[in-house]
């Protein structure tokens, strides 16, 4: 598998690599156009003076005198300044004068010119190209050569022709130099980009190899593994880090959510099957005697709805967590203040038995409210069964129904043990029972509250706890219709 450190540093570094063949191909060959550009419109145009300067020498003195010192003086300043060979013919091509600017050469080696150049100037009137002249130069030079004319009468006669011959190897060499200055240059960015281009990608990979790590040692059930280091980036990674964070804060929390839920399941289902089992054995194998069977039989039964009951509960959450992957929106309006009344007539009995008294302040008339009655009822049903279960005996049940800014509230208070403050976020959570409840709730198993919280998260509405100095006191909302 190819990292993809690796494959961003690839691709960084071809990138790279193709923008400097193809800058170093365009400045080779803009620059190689430019030098020879400028060296043939320099030799052009020095041709061009001296055939202007012999012709008006023709006129003047009307023959050419190589020999003249004006001449040869002028000859040698134009030959010395533009680093060029000037040579001077007749019409036929017969050399007469030749210079370097700093030596004269009358009859040496050079006594012809190529015949190819000559017809070419007789023909076109001009020639211009890179040749060595038939062998009179030992390496190939630009040369310009035009013809020397004069206006005789109606007739343009041609009376000579100059060559001017530019050494390119001087040209050649400053552009090495330059092409050589750019290719140091080149490499020297080329490194620096290289380099700039691994630290950056192991500043982009290294977080998302610790996330990687992470995530296998959370496969491995390691929860508590987080990535730091990485919240003053600012950028993607920083986001992604504090993604990572809040994803692993919420898989170490459902995992210990996970983790209670299974024991305080396994404690609720071990203790009344324990018992059912241990009084059955003890009724089969006649440890208990005949005449206590029914009272144990009835503990037996008594256990066996609570098993029923944990089931049932179990079975409502399924119910409301389906309910939950859905939109949930409150679908009709009901009364609130008669779903109230039902759910107080029906646990009427059981106030009754531990003579409790029930104080009840609604307002008159309806009172429309949105959202789900059935699901209402149950919340209504829970809070006031839990009230009545752990209020003090011969106290009061407090119910208050008010209206404030479109919601309606509802207050259920009782008069008991106070719940510790550590306590009261806990009471909402799956299978949990407050400490000191535990030995007097015998019928409870710790799912009430929690569909409560559930019902009124699905319909959008809040519900809150307080307990002091005896006093506990829920209060949830709904939308008034």
């Known amino acids: ?105 009358s009859n040496g080696s050079l006594e012809q010119l190529p015949e190819n150049i000559v017809t070419q100037v007789k023909t076109h009137g001009s020639f211009q190209g890179m040749t060595n002249l038939g062998g009179t130069y030992p390496e190939r030079r630009y040369v310009s050569a035009l013809p020397v004319t004069n206006q005789v009468g109606p007739l343009v006669v041609t009376q000579g022709m100059v060559l001017v011959a530019a050494d390119a190897s001087n040209l050649n060499g400053m552009w090495s130099s330059t092409a050589t200055i750019f290719f140091f240059s080149a490499v020297v960015v080329f490194l620096i980009s290289v380099i700039a281009s691994t630290l950056t990608s192991a500043y982009q990979t290294r977080p998302l190899n610790e996330m990687a790590e992470a995530a296998r040692k959370f496969g491995q059930g390691e929860f508590d593994v987080r990535v730091t ?55 089969l194998d006649g440890t208990i005697p005949p005449e206590r069977e029914r009272e144990y039989l009835q503990i037996v039964v008594s256990e066996t709805r609570r098993l029923s009951r944990l089931v049932r509960r179990m079975l409502d959450l399924s119910r409301l967590k ?33 003579k409790l008294d029930v104080e009840v302040v609604m307002p008159e008339g309806k009172l429309l409210v949105w959202g789900d009655p059935d699901a209402i009822t149950q919340v209504c049903y829970n809070l006031l069964d839990n009230a009545a279960k752990f209020a003090a005996p011969g106290t009061a049940i407090s119910v208050q129904i008010t209206k404030k800014d479109a919601k309606a509230y509802v207050t259920v208070r009782n008069l008991g043990n106070t719940i510790p403050p550590d306590e009261l976020p806990l009471l909402f959570e799956r299978f949990h029972k407050a ?47």
Not at 265 to 272: A, F, I, M, R
Not at 467 to 481: C, H, I, K, R
């Open 1 to 105: 598998m190819r990292s993809l450190y690796r494959r961003q540093l690839t691709m960084m570094v071809g990138i790279m690599l193709v923008s400097f063949t193809l800058l170093a191909g365009a400045f080779m060959l803009l620059s190689y156009r430019y030098i020879m550009g400028e060296t043939r419109d320099s030799v052009i145009r020095n041709a061009g003076y001296i055939s202007s300067f012999t012709s008006t020498y023709y006129r003047r003195y009307l023959t050419l005198n190589v020999q003249d010192e004006f001449y040869s003086s002028y000859m040698a300043s134009i030959a010395m300044i533009s680093n060029s060979h000037i040579i001077v013919a007749d019409p036929e091509g017969a050399v007469l004068y030749a210079t370097d600017g700093s030596h004269f050469y």
């Open 435 to 481: 400490d000191y409840s535990r030995s007097m709730d015998r019928e409870g198993v710790g799912l009430g509250l929690y569909i409560v919280k559930t019902i009124l998260g699905n319909l959008k509405e809040t519900i809150t706890v307080t307990s002091e100095d005896g006093v506990t006191q829920f209060q949830f909302t709904l939308t008034l219709a």
């Open 322 to 354: 389906a309910l939950a992957e859905t939109t949930v929106t409150a679908q009709e309006t009901f009364d609130l203040n008669e779903v109230m009344s039902q759910v107080l007539i029906s646990l009427e009995a059981k106030i009754t038995d531990r």
């Open 229 to 283: 280091g990485y919240e003053d980036r600012g950028d993607e990674i920083s986001d992604l880090a504090e993604a990572f964070n809040s994803m692993a804060n919420s898989l170490e929390k459902v995992e210990s959510q996970r983790s209670e839920f299974i024991a305080n399941v396994s404690h609720e289902l071990k203790t009344p099957m324990t018992t059912i089992a241990g009084f059955a054995e003890g009724i």
